[in-house]
């Protein structure tokens, strides 16, 4: 596809449910980075990938918050034990390189109720 | 939590007025982002500003790259329904991009 797809759209999980968010980059780009976004509030960073590599995951809020990318394209966001301040926007953007070149997705919609 | 702080939260204005936000940090930024974010939608890279006091535009756009480089500013001249989002800055932290809260922008017909 011409951009950064993600799915599902929208998620309702019940609380203590396991999720799996998926992100389709934009061919070819290097760079995919996944963030959460709060009602009212801005993306904040989760995690990082280089090709295959997390190269950075400090914004992963706690260990039930897993991602992976493991041929360097198609990455999941993995939350387990859903709970409900999980509730959020859930964003992937990808890059060909650096940051300032990110193209985002629609996001993922997760309510946890 | 967020770093950089956005002002206004929010704006209500006339279609055909100008609009003026801005974005603060508490640290240098070498880079300022503004993004804008539709209902349902992910941000959109409006501009980018890489170099203090560069003033770029983008249609009816402007933001500039404050001295400091502890602010930014991004105005929206002649204002029009779609303009209807909410703008965020963002600036770089290591590989990534840190945004503000949002200014939230309604253009009344």
């Known amino acids: 596809g011409a951009g950064v797809s993600q799915s599902p759209r929208y998620k309702v999980a019940k609380r203590g449910q396991d999720v799996a968010l998926r992100c389709d980059p934009i061919s070819g780009h290097v760079s995919l980075f996944w963030y959460q976004q709060a009602l009212g509030q801005g993306p904040e960073f989760l995690t990082y990938?280089?090709?295959?590599?997390?190269?950075?995951k400090s914004g992963l809020p706690s260990d039930r918050f897993f991602a992976e990318r493991p041929e360097g394209s198609v990455s999941t966001l993995k939350i387990q034990r859903t709970q409900q301040e999980d509730s959020a926007v859930y964003l992937c953007?990808?890059?060909?390189?650096?940051?300032?070149?990110?193209?985002f997705g629609q996001g993922t919609r997760l309510t946890v109720v | 939590g967020q770093q950089l702080n956005q002002s206004p939260q929010s704006m209500f204005i006339q279609e055909g007025e100008d609009v003026s936000m801005n974005c603060t940090s508490s640290?240098?930024?070498?880079?300022w982002l503004w993004y804008k974010q539709e209902p349902g939608e992910g941000p959109v890279l409006l501009i980018a500003l890489y170099k203090a006091g560069e003033l770029t535009s983008n249609g009816r756009l402007t933001a500039q790259f404050g001295i400091t480089r502890k602010d930014s500013f991004l105005n929206i001249s002649a204002s029009i329904p779609s303009d209807v989002g909410i703008y965020f800055c963002?600036?770089?932290?290591?590989?990534?991009?840190?945004f503000g809260a949002g200014t939230r922008l309604t253009v009344k017909p």
């Open positions: 640290s240098i930024f070498n880079t």
């Open positions: 990938f280089q090709n295959e590599a997390q190269l950075d």
């Open positions: 953007a990808s890059s060909p390189g650096g940051y300032t070149e990110a193209f």
């Open positions: 963002a600036g770089p932290h290591n590989n990534d991009m840190r």
